[in-house]
């Protein structure tokens, strides 16, 4: 399974973008999804969850961070999962990362031990 971020920029505050995730490989609606963020200086930091469509709901799950400015969603079709980001501020900056977990359990999803599979990650950059 491989994974392929894009969609980061430099935004003004207030502003918006949408970063997409492409997993390739085999079953794609099999896995869990996480996006992940790390800014200059700091932890890699959980920021939302999508569950898989292949015997899971796919739910969602957010930080408390971005939650109600963040929308998780998965089109299982073109094997993409997105991340809306919407009214971005100052903190939102950093490097985002999607990755993969079998295990589409909910429990645990902030945590970066249970994910087998990363993609590079995609700037984004929150600035005036």
């Known amino acids: 399974v491989q994974l392929q971020a894009s969609g980061g920029g430099l935004v003004q505050p207030g502003g918006s973008l949408r970063l997409s995730c492409v997993i390739s490989g085999s079953n794609p609606d099999y896995y869990a999804i996480g996006w992940f963020r790390q800014a200059p200086g700091k932890e890699r930091e959980a920021v939302s969850f999508v569950d898989s469509t292949d015997g899971s709901d796919g739910s969602a799950y957010y930080a408390e961070s971005v939650k109600g400015r963040f929308t998780i969603s998965r089109d299982d079709a073109k094997d993409t999962i997105f991340l809306q980001m919407n009214s971005l501020k100052f903190e939102d900056t950093g490097v985002y990362s999607c990755?993969?977990?079998?295990?589409?359990?909910?429990?645990?999803?902030?945590?970066?031990?249970?994910?087998?599979?990363w993609g590079q990650g995609t700037l984004v950059t929150v600035s005036s």
């Open positions: 990755a993969a977990s079998s295990n589409s359990s909910p429990w645990g999803w902030a945590h970066p031990f249970r994910y087998s599979y």
